[in-house]
Nanobody, 117 residues
């Protein structure tokens, strides 16, 4: 059974940093495309960043230069380092994993990030 668990969310002041973690069981993240998405109430979930199985990464324009996605193969986790946070980064952040050459997406339950003074 595949399970993704996000952690690391919380309340942070504008300009601050947080690191989110997505821990997986039942699936090997190094064999997946892993995405971070975020969603605010009333809006569609939007992609923030992804890391491919080969290590290539991609970022949405609104986080480029501020967020970094990385993978820890030993611990089977994917992290999202978020710096220079802005109030508009406030959202529930989700990780999604899809094994390469498959079409099944697995989602975590989300972790709340609130950027406020």
């Amino acid at each position: 059974q595949v399970q993704l668990v996000e952690s690391g969310g919380g309340l942070v002041q504008p300009g601050g940093s947080l690191t989110l973690s997505c821990a997986a069981s039942g699936i090997t993240l190094s064999l997946c495309v892993v995405d971070w998405y975020r969603q605010v109430p009333g809006k569609q979930r939007e992609q923030v960043a992804y890391i491919a199985s080969g290590g290539n990464t991609n970022y949405a324009d609104f986080v480029k230069g501020r967020f970094t996605i990385s993978r820890d193969n030993f611990n089977n986790t994917v992290s999202l380092q978020m710096n220079s946070l802005k109030p508009e980064d406030t959202a529930v952040y989700y990780c999604k994993a899809r094994a390469v050459r498959t079409t099944v997406n697995y989602w975590g339950q989300g972790t709340q990030v609130t950027v406020s003074s």
